[in-house]
């Protein structure tokens, strides 16, 4: 459905990444924020701060990330979308209550705008070193979405696809900016808010008495409620059963966990998303996401003059990975290349994928700067011989 | 709930606090002798009393043998993380004040790792009820140190006695700004369900803590008895001190138990105080924020 | 009690659920009058149960439903007699 025109700035505008997310969030519904500051996150609630009273949102800055991530979930069952913002450090924190929203499936946005790690590391300067946490954060197993804006456009554009992602699977799904998306300025067209498809939360609409709060729908998907409807409904992170109740047994977990790892898995045609350009053909495909995707484009352009077939595959969600594709394509390529801000991990799932049928070659890059695109291109340029 | 009935139908006489219970998870967990029972009578009661809309209330705990309680009433409830039921209500009331919200959580679990957001929250003046069961230890998990642990009673990890200082809790509450701080223990169960529906109905952070057994690792720890003995020692030590200065409240083991309400004044709410301040800020740009 | 004394009338009674109680004991001790005693029966969780010893005496003040920790036991009032 269209989203809701009030409080939604239309129009063409030259802002940065942070930003633009904020603006996304506001598109999309959201109108509780909690936070913590952290740069180079901290923009993107600084602006939620300045917009939300005016168009009736409630932000607030509480006392750390732990009490962010969970005062959303509290905003989230009293019937609001809620998001909270922060970066490595603040992400680390927040892991605990990631794996409660998973368990509880509580819809809800978490952004990670990804600095130079581990520990406090390089605040002001980029990273994608937060990846392989966002999927495997938390303890335990569990589904969850991960999206990757390359630019503040997109910035804008997934914050408003993560809300509606979290609304269909009742899952908390995370938004991976970097430094650099995060600070870029560019120009940003929010349309009108007619052209603004949003998802809305589905609450349970048959007889009062048959609720099952945690009874999955055909898709895996059970309904939503909210507190003070009336159902005296129960959450916990506890394993538990269809009414919410706990029951901690083998059984329970089996039944349970499985579904909220299958919920992802079984939908991952429906929810994954990438980008390609000149994949037909491609002798050499580069797999990238973030603002690494958009420094390769040059090394990938060279390459291309010099007569090599190399294709791009741009992530558009990391989580979950768009395995189908890579497996597919590793039939018939001669290399992946992997370039990231960080040591080698989403190359570990194209590695995964491949299966040993083809080379995959990484350009890692500890952190504090973008790539230098020669160092991808050297690598497009030798990864086939020998 | 000692209202008037008939004895036509013995059988059919339901103990009136079942209306509050999911009476299909009954038998609950809690051990002989626990005083957390005790305390669910007293909120039961205070609900009832209190007149207000349950399908509003909602409650709101942590991890722990008292965290168990959300599970057991019939109300909206949420099981949150371990010390993060706080910040979970604040959310929840943000987002909904039209919610009543209570935490009911143990002396670790709002104490220790949950003290920063007790503290904020309080600051704030949150519009919330936290119902604090202080049974000193942790005992779900065994009858660890709790901040509130007396110096010189042993837990099973101060195996040698406490000798850690303790919250005072009352104190604690009053000086980051709760507008309602009350203690009362098990044994008081009238007074409890009375400080339990003046802070149920009270704008603002509004603090209860209640003393509870916990028999089966505080007290067979430190050789005090069971459960018994210590409602017993409640009644025996405990002195009825309205007004008291929260500073002079401090429990020791075994020692004198001071009750009563010591707090009960009247400050704007978080939400009030937002509303009132970007109205005068902002002018006809901002509407009250209603939820 | 003497004959001729006129017999106290109860202000209400008790139910007991027996299978919950755990024996703590609370209303046996704090009940105001003494009404209840633990008995020597046990239930199937193996605990002596509280009986009301006691009935002529019993306020029906729900002291003892107000304590019981497992839900296990609560007080009525009788209903009063028009005249």
């Known amino acids: 459905m269209a989203a809701d025109p009030k409080g939604i700035r239309s129009g063409a505008y030259f802002i940065d990444g942070d930003h633009a997310c904020a603006e996304g969030a506001i598109a999309a519904g959201c109108r509780f924020v909690a ?3 952290i740069t180079p996150s901290t923009e993107v609630v600084e602006r939620i701060a300045e917009r939300f009273p005016l168009i009736g949102g409630m932000f607030i800055q509480m006392e750390d990330e732990i009490a962010s991530s969970i005062a959303i979930q509290g905003a989230v069952w009293a019937g609001k979308k809620a998001m909270t ?62 999206l990757c804006p390359n630019s503040p456009q997109e910035s804008f554009d997934l914050a408003i696809k993560a809300f509606n992602l979290a609304e ?35 609450y349970w609409d048959g007889p009062r008495d048959e609720l099952l709060l945690f009874k999955p729908g055909p898709n895996g998907v059970p309904p939503m409620v909210k507190a003070g409807d009336g159902y005296n409904i129960h959450v916990t992170g506890l394993t538990h059963d269809e009414r919410g109740y706990p029951v901690m047994t083998p059984a329970a977990q089996e039944k349970l966990v499985r579904r909220l790892v299958d919920k992802i898995r079984l939908n991952a045609d429906a929810i994954v998303e990438y980008r390609e350009d000149g994949i037909e053909g491609a002798d050499i495909v580069v797999v990238s996401y973030g603002i690494t995707s958009r420094v390769a484009i040059p090394a990938i352009e060279r390459a291309r003059a010099e007569g090599l077939k190399v294709g791009h595959l741009r992530l558009i969600t990391a989580w979950p990975f768009p395995a189908k594709r890579i497996r597919e394509l590793s039939h018939r390529v001669g290399c992946f290349v992997v370039p990231e801000i960080n040591y080698g991990q989403m190359v570990r799932e194209v590695e995964r994928c491949v299966a040993g049928r083809t080379k995959v070659e990484r350009v890692s890059h500890g952190g504090g700067s973008v790539h230098d695109p020669k160092d991808i291109y050297a690598k497009l340029a030798g990864c086939l011989k020998g | 709930m000692t209202e008037e009935s008939t004895i036509q139908d013995l059988e059919t006489l339901v103990n009136p606090v079942e209306d509050f219970l999911r009476m299909e998870r009954m038998p609950h967990i809690w051990c002989p002798g626990c005083g957390i029972g005790t305390t669910v009578n007293c909120f039961a009661h205070a609900l009832e009393s209190s007149g207000l809309d349950l399908r509003k209330v909602a409650i709101v705990s942590g991890i722990g043998c008292t965290g168990r309680v959300s599970g057991y009433m019939k109300l ?9 039921a706080i910040p979970f209500a604040t959310g929840l009331k943000l987002a909904n004040p039209d919610l009543k919200v209570v935490v009911y959580s143990g002396d670790g679990d709002l104490t220790a790792i949950g003290g920063n957001h007790f503290i904020h929250a309080a600051r704030r003046n949150v519009n919330m009820t936290v119902i604090l069961i202080n049974n000193f230890i942790y005992g779900m998990t065994g009858g660890q140190v709790a901040p509130t642990t007396p110096i010189g009673a042993t837990a099973s990890t ?17 000086s980051c700004g709760a507008v309602y701080v009350a203690r009362w223990t098990s044994y008081h169960v009238r007074h409890t369900a009375k400080a339990m529906k003046d802070a149920l109905l009270k704008e603002g952070f509004s603090f209860v803590e209640i003393l509870a057994p916990c028999p089966t690792l505080f007290s067979r720890r430190n050789k005090l008895g069971d459960g018994l003995d210590q409602m017993k020692y409640y009644k025996e030590s405990s002195e009825i001190k309205n007004d008291a200065n929260t500073k002079d409240v ?12 010591f707090v009960n004044k009247d400050k704007p709410t978080y939400l009030q105080t937002y509303n009132e301040f970007m109205a005068k800020k902002l002018g006809d740009r901002f509407t009250p924020y209603k939820g | 009690m003497p004959e001729n004394e006129p017999k106290k009338k109860a202000l209400g009674s008790v139910v007991i659920n027996a299978e919950r109680c755990k024996g703590c004991g609370f209303c046996v001790e704090f009940c ?52």
């Open chain 2, 76 to 84: 909206d409830s949420f099981h949150t993380t371990h010390g993060r």
């Open chain 1, 35 to 37: 936070g913590y500051p």
């Open chain 1, 168 to 202: 269909t699977y009742r899952v908390p799904v995370l938004l991976m900016l970097d430094e650099c998306v995060g600070h870029m300025t560019e120009r940003v067209v929010i349309p009108p808010a007619e052209e603004i498809e949003v998802v809305e939360r589905k």
């Open chain 2, 250 to 261: 401090g429990l020791t083991l075994q020692g004198k138990i001071i009750c009563g309400t």
């Open chain 2, 158 to 174: 101060m195996p040698y006695g406490n000798y850690e200082q303790t919250f005072n809790l009352p104190y604690l509450a009053e």
């Open chain 1, 85 to 146: 913002v922060t970066s490595g450090p603040g992400f680390s924190l927040m892991m605990e209550h990631i794996g409660l929203a998973a368990m509880t499936e509580t819809p809800c946005v978490f952004v990670d705008v990804q600095r130079g790690g581990p520990s406090t590391g390089l605040p002001t300067l980029p990273g994608q070193a937060d990846m392989m946490q966002a999927r495997w954060g938390s303890h335990g197993d569990y589904g969850i979405i991960a």
């Open chain 3, 32 to 83: 105001p009058t003494h009404v209840l005693k633990l008995s020597e029966r046990y239930n199937a969780k193996g605990y002596h149960t509280p009986e009301l010893i006691d009935p002529e005496h019993c306020t029906g003040c729900n002291m003892c439903g107000l304590l019981c920790p497992d839900f296990a036991i609560c007080g009525y009032l009788f209903k009063k007699k028009a005249k």
